[in-house]
């Protein structure tokens, strides 16, 4: 069992707080030992009155509080013991306990009489201690008697109990919703837990691990109502409650599962009483367990939770299953079909030369029923098969013979008005067959809509115009079918909508209604249906059916759907050269869900992580698709994924949502845009630019930034943190900490949540370093991902801060004074006791700084890792100090991970003034690349995330090349990387250079900071290249010299390139602050491609592209090539090299 260190006690305050007892240092929740319970059975005796089994007892005792002893003492309480837990009143006629203390998690019972003449008359001295996995109650009686009849019976409990019984959260384990909530009247936060048809309430979650509740509640006896204003008020029969939420996706979640609660208490047994009519039906048709609540609609058959569980999905692929407890079956034809059919004679067909050896019962393990299970439903073991099934041409003439009419069994049942015999065929997938489809397997029979959902209710509606009234409407959606008529008594319909014409189904905003919802179609031109339901509840209750109507998903997968935002059938491409696939997939706040079909499974993308969201300006579309929809693309931190809708309406509505969900940020740090390490945005980029440009700012947190500039940067980073680029020239470094400052404080929960608040600042009771560490660590355990990792992201970087205390003058002190309350407190300075609280708050994140590299486990790689970018930070800040001085003074050596095409990463300390040629050797024999049969070998300069790359000319000094990268917006510079790979780009030169082929042809391009692609004709000569919109043209739109530019082969995916063969180019002018590199051009093949790209190259290096040596044929190949009177000599290369990076940096730093 996980053993768990102490607590911060809980205590009644006004009865709004309840009273545990005293914790245990060390506590450990696990089961009393069978040796402990043989020690006991022999120290405490079993007085006789108890020898008669009693098992329940009730009656006043007194309680002593367990916060300050002195101060709240001793506490009358009603106390019930009923053989399974103690629960304990403020009196024998209040509704809601004040704990409930259940007998597995109980340890001992201990008699603890004090000798009445030393104590005060009021001193209670029968007393009893009762010592449970994380605490000691201490209790007292009026009499001897009444005490010996407490202790012996809870210790007769005790020693009974199942040792095993004990796990974490006890019988609410594994809950169907839990989290902290505010109630009202309660100062603090509660845990709130729901199981089942149980609602219980913790002062912590370290109670709900200890088994501990304040009190339970069935739900079956209440009522849930939304008051507004993120409030929900729950009614029982004893005592209402007030939940104070903090958001809509709050309210909606949870209001969602306190409802299932009550309708799983309530149960749905009308429906199980009408397919219980069938008296097979009563027991499950594999193991024979009494009362399934599991119904297959496809084969009319009722199940176990057991035989139709998560274990088996995969084997019973022809089920589909839906859960009696939970839905409506509306419409008579499935309750009847489940009677007229059942078990017995389901079983005739499916278990019909089973034997007793094969067959199953509910005491069978699970391997068992999974073989049985296989063999009964996917291999058809058992069936009873046609005399001919094994003569399939025998089976095909007979069949063939007795087809004289030309119909399918649907059709057929259809004109003999058979309803049930229809209802069948549709469950099993003969819509499929009846549509003409070649090939049909009972897989996807399941899949493309075997289940059907009813409902049924008044709707407000539009007409066909979105902007008309809401008339009242009586909505029918029956068989994957929805109708709608004038009033619940009309029998023509005045619409029906079809399954295969539904698309999409989304939660809306309307100004009329609240809650309005839209149902996307196929229909007239893809029209788009507007309803609106009365409440929040009601509007889930349609949408998730409707979701579920149109989604290919499996009954048992959709349990696990219980909110979505919009959800929908679109077309996916897994990168640009996979294949268009129909998938279905459902939003839900800043969660993107991707139903994998042969998993059955739902993928979860957390878009908070999202690179960026691009409208592909393109040709290649999904030709699957109903119109000629604009596909867009989601660059994910490892893969891109393409998608679009069935329509060009309901790919643009897809796109708005994703824009929706991606871009503003929220008042909460979760609701915030996030890195790949679940960092939010605006807290990695405002670090990054302070550590860049103020590690040596003196009071650097302390001095605050311009009131306008930091609100104005705030702004920018809400509407959307991932398109925001600080620049020196637009805000300094006081302003920039002044942001961060500013956007920690205005978090409505600050960064170390305020549910443990009081636990932190317990932590500095604990006089012991060591100790407080421990104590510490498990605190950050219970911190989300997002704040752990925030957190230790914004701590690393303060240490860092205090490094250089010399220089800033802010040390640990400072620091931790002006972030103790940033953190720990964030806006909520008014609910705290002013300064007393303040001062443990700086001492608290004083520790926090000092050890964070124990706190958070950081490893030597870590901390080295650590070193190296801080190193590579500094050297970039010097260099742009240096060339702002007109510095001729070269920066120091720098670790540099070069890349190798084998997988190896080869880390070397590179100096200055080291060339790619002398780095190239240097790597390739560390690497053991230096066999003389394949020395064509080079560096590449790879950057945009692999998207664009050069080869490095063997003259260039490789530390340039990097620095220049410091001056790169973050989008561009992210993964940029020094890769040595075999020289492609040389060889397919070799191929296609001609210095006599004229370069004139029409190409597409795109400029810098734009993603429009346009036709012109573009020109090589002179050394330059020129862009001219027709060929009449006197004068170019655009000319650029070769020896200015740095070309790279390839176009970014966000541009959405027209063709595959591009090339990029900067130019020595050219600022990276955004997320798009320089200039591109697409060419229409390969060999065009290469042509550009040799004639600009040999351009730029007249004197050679390779060095003497190892790639000599090569180079005397295509110097050979090269015409007389080339461009400028190579040294001034170099020197105008030098100079645009000073150029840049010089920007940069201004």
Known sequence: MKSISATSPSWESDDTLSDGGEFLDNADFAPPSEELIRTLRAAIPIVPAVQSKLTSREGYLYKLSSKNKNRLGWHKRWVTFDSSAVKYFSSKTSGASKRIIPVNTMINVENDIKNADFLPLDSHEYRFKLTTVDRVYTFSTDDRDDLLMWTSLLMQAIIDAKTDDYHEGGDMCFPDREGYVKMEGVKHKRYLVIKGENFCYYNTKQDFKACSPIHQIPMKLASIKDLGKFKLRIITPAVSYILLLENQDEINGWKLAFEEAIASGLGEDNIMNEVYENHSNRFCADCGMRNPHWASVNLAITLCKNCAGDKFININYELTLFYLGIHRMLGLPLSKLMNLIGNDNSNKFWDWNSTEENRIDSDSDMEQKKDYILCKYQQKSFCHRHPLAHDLEALNEILHCSKLHGKNPLQLAKDAQQTLQVEFLIQNGAESLAEGKKSFNASQASFKKVNKYGIRGFLFKTGSNPKGDFLKRWVVLENGCLSYYENEKSLVAKDQITRKEMLSVACTSDERYEHSFELGTAKNGSRTYLFAAESYAERQKWIINLAKSIAPVRESTLLSVKTLDRGGIVYLRYGATKDWKEHWVHMRGRLFYIYQIEKDVFEEIDLRKLKSLTLLQTNDRCTDALDDGQPFVLDLPNRAIYIQGSTKKDTSNWFAAFTKATTEGGEYISDQQLTSDDVPLIVDKCINFIELHGMDSEGIYRLSGQTSVVTRLLTLFKNDARNVHIKMEDFSVNDVASSLKRFLRSLRDPIMMETLHAQWLDGLSRVDVASRLQWYKYLLRDLSTVNHNTLKRILAHLARIVQNEAVNKMGLRNLSAIFGPVLMNAGKEDSMSGFGEADKEMQVVHDLIEHHVTLFDLKEVDLEHERLINDAKKRIEQAMKDTTRQSTVPAGDMIIGIHVENGEVVNYKVPSTMTAEELTCIVREKAHLTSNEDSNWGLFEVISSSELERPIHYSEKVLDVVLQWGQWSEVVSRNNAICLKRNYVYDKIKLVFDPLF??????????????????????????????????????????????????????????????????????????????????????????????????????????????????????????????????????????????SLIHKLGIIKR
């Open 998 to 1139: 004229s370069l004139f042809s029409e190409l597409r391009y795109s400029c810098k900071d734009r993603k429009a692609w346009k036709k012109f004709f573009m020109e090589f000569s002179h050394y330059s290249l020129h862009m001219r919109k027709d060929t009449k043209a006197a004068h170019p739109v655009c000319s650029w010299n070769a020896e200015d530019l740095s070309l790279y082969i390839g176009v970014q995916q966000r541009r959405s390139p027209p063709t595959k063969w591009g090339f990029t180019f900067i130019t020595k002018d050219d600022q990276m602050i955004g997320p798009l590199v320089g200039h591109s051009v697409c060419c229409s093949n390969e060999e065009e491609l290469f042509r550009w790209v040799a004639a600009i190259l040999h351009a730029q290096q007249p004197l050679g592209l390779v060095p003497d040596g190892s790639l000599s044929p090569i180079r005397t190949e295509l110097e050979s090539q090269v015409p007389v009177g080339g461009v400028s000599p190579v040294g001034s290369r170099t020197s105008r090299m030098k100079q």
